[in-house]
């Protein structure tokens, strides 16, 4: 059976406009996340992983913004809901969150998407306990479902006389005792030890390994479809990662839920992905399954991230790193053109024009098209073989940048300082 699709991310573009100019974060980036699965996004520091899972929960912060793109989020309650009042944002049972009004943007982090960012320690409230803030993150998702006009509620726990009650009255706190039972519930789900008492306890009692459960915790406090974990091992030691990983997985499997995993790692992503995405300047220039994107990379940059890991059974070759840098993305510097071409060791003439993304089996191109099992590429190695015929010259990229640079003759001509 086809597994069928949570979200579809189309033509997805963020700029952000700074003093300095316009950069280019994320470059009309499609993907899918399918029911029950783990969609891995991988690639270098800054290359557009982070702000593009911040642009699907549009989180995105001044000087950002989102600039196009389509976001589908399979809800049949929720398209039902607002299928009257927002037609065109509605597709069968799938929403585009980015055509609905902010307020339920809003509504749908917690119950639909949810986030574990990278630092746990300057994502927590250092002046609350841990347990406090899980049970505020509870309380919140439990008053929202109560509100009679949303299709969408999984529990009348909490009613509109509660939530009435406790506005009224000062003497009644803003967290109910049950959100406070639920919160201890999930940090036992998440395998903190002893839960209650660990619960009254402030983040910098917490170790790193443990702060990062607690944080997902919180995440879980929504029941989300979608969970968006952002390099969840950041800054852990090697044992602690694998056990937030395997934690990661078994909530994976009991709850169903689909999650993104956003890593530089690609141990992580062999470990945790069914699907792999490759991240570059801003655009996904690698997709398919596991199998596909490790065992048969087409793009170079996918080439060079799997050759620049060590071989366990064979160590003694060396490791073999991609040369040059990641672009800065500023628009004015940002040509036209394949934007690892002046970093691959294929360049040809015609990674002098923007690819467009290939099927790897067909060598067509894609158009934004995705289903299930397919491999694409952002390269012309999709399409045809290397032409060494047609290579680009090993100083080509050098000398381009040096004849930018270089003064102009003629009294009528001056040099830009963004050439």
């Known amino acids: 059976m086809t597994e069928r699709d949570l979200l579809r991310v189309r033509d997805l573009s963020t700029r952000f406009f700074t003093e300095n100019g316009q950069v280019n974060a994320v470059e009309s980036v499609d993907f899918d996340v399918r029911d029950g699965e783990v969609f891995g996004i991988v690639g270098e520091s800054g290359s557009g992983k982070s702000v593009t899972a911040l642009s699907v929960i549009d989180l995105v912060d001044s000087p950002g913004r ?56 300057s994502s927590l409230n250092p002046s609350l306990t841990v347990g406090e803030q899980i049970a505020e993150a509870v309380e919140v998702q439990r008053r929202a479902r109560s509100n009679p006009r949303s299709t969408r509620s999984r529990t009348q726990g909490f009613g509109l006389a509660d939530l009435l009650t406790s506005t009224v009255l000062p003497s ?42 607690a944080m997902i915790a919180q995440a879980l406090a929504g029941e989300p479809d979608l969970l968006i974990a952002d390099e969840p091992t950041t800054a852990l030691d090697v044992t602690i990662q694998a056990q937030i990983l395997d934690l990661l997985r078994d909530l994976q499997e009991d709850t169903g839920m689909s999650i993104v995993m956003i890593t530089h790692n690609l141990g992580v992503i062999a470990r945790m992905c069914d699907r792999v995405g490759v991240m570059y300047a801003g655009e996904i220039v690698e997709r398919g399954t596991l199998e596909d994107v ?13 050759g620049s890991i060590p071989d ?24 036209d053109r394949c934007y690892f071409a002046d970093r691959c060791p294929y360049a040809m003439e015609e990674c002098l024009n923007h690819p467009p993304e290939f099927d790897v089996e067909t060598g067509e191109p894609r158009n934004g098209k995705t289903e299930p099992g397919e491999h694409g590429a952002r390269c012309v190695l999709a399409d045809h073989e290397y032409d060494p015929s047609r290579a680009l010259p090993d100083d080509y990229f050098e000398s381009e940048t040096r004849s930018a640079s270089a003064p102009a003759s003629g009294e009528d001509e001056e040099v830009s300082a963004d050439d």
Not at 96 to 107: A, L
Request: aromatic share 8%; hydrophobic share 35%; no cysteine.
């Open 66 to 121: 989102i600039t196009s793109g389509e976001i589908w989020y399979r809800n049949p309650d929720l398209a039902e809901e607002i299928r009257a009042d927002s037609p065109e944002a509605v597709d069968g049972d799938f929403v585009d969150v980015r055509r609905v009004p902010e307020n339920i943007r809003r509504m749908l982090r917690g119950p639909s998407f949810s986030t574990i960012f990278q630092d746990p320690m």
């Open 172 to 213: 009644r706190n803003y967290v109910s005792e049950e959100s406070r039972a639920e919160a201890i519930d999930l940090l036992e789900q998440v395998g903190i030890p002893d839960p209650a008492d660990r619960a009254d306890e402030y983040p910098h009692e917490f170790s790193g390994g443990m702060l990062q459960r």
């Open 294 to 306: 490790f065992d048969d990379p087409v793009h170079p940059y996918t080439q060079g991230l799997l």
């Open 312 to 335: 366990l059974d064979d160590p003694a070759p060396r490791l073999q790193p991609i040369e040059g840098n990641v672009p800065d993305l500023y628009d004015d510097e940002m040509e």
